[in-house]
C-alpha cells in the first residue's frame, strides 16, 4: 500500500511564501508524474504544478512564476515552494503520485494524500 502524507501548510499572509511538502511510502517500484492540485471552497478540484519523475515540470498558468515544483527521487518527495501569495492561493492542497507497484512497465496508478489546508490571511 502506498501512502502520501503532506507537511508544511497553514495560515500565512499575502505576499508571503509557504513551502509544502509531500512524502510517499509503502511498497512500490517506482514513481513516475508527483503532483500538486488544490480546491478551494465550492470549486472543482484543479491542477497546480506537475513534474516528472526526470524532472519536466507542468503549472498552471495562474501560478507561473510565483510556485516551483522540485522533487527528490531518493526521497520520494515532492516539494511546492509558494511565493508572493495571493488571497485567490486559498485552498486545501493535495498532493498525488503516479505509482508503478511492481515492474517498470506497469501502468501507473494514482495516489492522493490526505490534503493539507493553506489560508491567507491579511
Known amino acids: 500500500q502506498v501512502q502520501l502524507v503532506e507537511s508544511g501548510g497553514g495560515l500565512v499572509q499575502a505576499g508571503g511564501s509557504l513551502r509544502l511538502s509531500c512524502a510517499a511510502s509503502?511498497?512500490?517500484?517506482?514513481?513516475?508524474?508527483m503532483g500538486w492540485y488544490r480546491q478551494a471552497p465550492g470549486k472543482q478540484r484543479n491542477l497546480v504544478a506537475s513534474i516528472t519523475d526526470t524532472g519536466s515540470t507542468n503549472y498552471a498558468d495562474s501560478v507561473k512564476g510565483r510556485f516551483t515544483i522540485s522533487r527528490d527521487n531518493a526521497k520520494n518527495t515532492v516539494y511546492l515552494q509558494m511565493s508572493s501569495l495571493e488571497p485567490e492561493d486559498t485552498a486545501v492542497y493535495f498532493c498525488y503520485a503516479d505509482v508503478r507497484l511492481r515492474r517498470r512497465y506497469d501502468p501507473p496508478q494514482t495516489y492522493w494524500g490526505q490534503g493539507i489546508q493553506v489560508t491567507l490571511i491579511s
Open positions: 509503502g511498497s512500490f517500484f517506482s514513481i513516475r508524474d
